[in-house]
């Protein structure tokens, strides 16, 4: 399974966008990149995924670089209520296992 | 509505019973996932499962239990024999295809006194 480093934390003003990045760099050709967020004390929210294109859909965009090495999460105007913990997984090609790392935690400030 | 339900949200036990989690999704998932949460730490893996009648190991198995009779249902048994069972726990499904997300429960908070 391709493991993911993420940084600790991330600050981020209010209304700015939020750019989180991970490196996936043993990712595998047929694995995808995941991306979920866990508001405290609550189960994890989906956010989007993606294989080779960049992808977007209303709540962010996702920046995956061509030798898919490294991917970014885009929040495109942040809001307090985007202050979470966020996680970047790479699902398992052969099997469904899907495995978290511990994520980076977004403070976003008025 | 369609999801997954996990119960109770707080479950206290004394030391050495064993407890069981319910996990119940009604979204037709084939795959479904435990993971525990200590305070300020990450998501770990305990148990998943493919189908029906199957379930594998993940990282942190020792001292759980799982079984998968109905597609549905997942339930997870924490032992006696897990050492420091106080923590979140999380149930997800997904549909089991490699481009599909997971959706969560929102968590039982087991405390063991």
């Known amino acids: 399974d391709a493991k993911t480093t993420q940084p600790t934390s991330m600050d981020c003003a209010e209304g700015r966008a939020a750019n989180l990045p991970c490196n996936h760099s043993?990712?595998?050709?047929?694995?995808?990149v995941y991306w979920y967020r866990q508001i405290h004390s609550q189960g994890p929210q989906y956010i989007i995924h993606?294989?080779?294109n960049n992808e977007t859909n209303e709540m962010a965009s996702l920046i995956i670089t061509e030798d898919r090495k490294s991917s970014t999460l885009i929040l495109p105007h942040a809001t307090l209520r985007d202050t979470a913990v966020y996680y970047c997984?790479?699902?398992?090609?052969?099997?469904?296992?899907?495995?978290f790392g511990t994520g980076t935690r977004l403070q976003v400030f008025p | 509505d369609g999801g997954i339900t996990q119960s109770p949200k707080y479950l206290f036990r004394k030391e050495g019973q064993n407890v069981t989690l319910s996990c119940e999704q009604n979204?037709?998932?084939?795959?479904m996932y435990w993971y525990r949460q200590d305070p300020g730490q990450g998501l770990r893996l305990i148990y998943y499962?493919?189908?029906?009648?199957?379930?594998q190991k993940g990282d942190i198995a020792e001292g759980y239990s799982v079984s998968r009779e109905k597609k549905e249902s997942f339930p997870l048994t924490v032992t006696s024999a897990q050492k420091n069972p106080t923590a979140f726990y999380l149930c997800?499904?997904?549909?089991?295809?490699?481009?599909?997300?997971?959706?969560f429960g929102q968590g039982t908070r087991l405390t063991v006194v």
């Open positions: 997984i790479v699902r398992g090609a052969n099997t469904d296992k899907l495995i």
């Open positions: 979204l037709n998932h084939d795959a």
């Open positions: 997800a499904s997904s549909r089991g295809k490699l481009d599909t997300e997971a959706f």
């Open positions: 043993t990712i595998s050709g047929n694995e995808y």
């Open positions: 499962s493919q189908i029906v009648n199957d379930f």
């Open positions: 993606g294989l080779k």
